[in-house]
Nanobody
Framework: QVQLVESGGGLVQPGGSLTLSCAFS????????VGWYRQAPGKQRERVAT???????NITDAVKGRFIISRDTAKRMVYLLMNRLKPEDTAVYYC?????????????WGQGTQVTVSS
């Protein structure tokens, strides 16, 4: 069973930086696509950044140029480097890992880590 454990959230001032980490266990990491999603109070969960198992990344427009997603296959880790943070980035951030093995789709989530951007 895949497990994802996020860390690195916290309180940061506007304009600051944070790096979120996600530790993967329970299966072969390199065959999974991974990503970061966030959910702000009263809003639906939204995609922030994804990275395929071929290391192709996709960043949502709201954070493009400020956030970078990366993965370390040897350490089985996923990272989200967040720069120039804004109050509207405040949310619970979730790590995701998924793979498609027809006809099955496997989708796993971490417990989330809170990021608060405030002065």
């Amino acid at each position: 069973q895949v497990q994802l454990v996020e860390s690195g959230g916290g309180l940061v001032q506007p304009g600051g930086s944070l790096t979120l980490s996600c530790a993967f266990s329970g299966d072969i990491f390199r065959i999974y696509d991974v990503g970061w999603y966030r959910q702000a109070p009263g809003k639906q969960r939204e995609r922030v950044a994804t990275m395929s198992m071929e290391h192709t990344s996709n960043i949502t427009d709201a954070v493009k140029g400020r956030f970078i997603i990366s993965r370390d296959t040897a350490k089985r880790m996923v990272y989200l480097l967040m720069n120039r943070l804004k109050p509207e980035d405040t949310a619970v951030y979730y790590c995701n890992a998924n793979r498609q093995t027809d006809p099955n789709h496997y989708d796993y989530w971490g417990q989330g880590t809170q990021v608060t951007v405030s002065s």
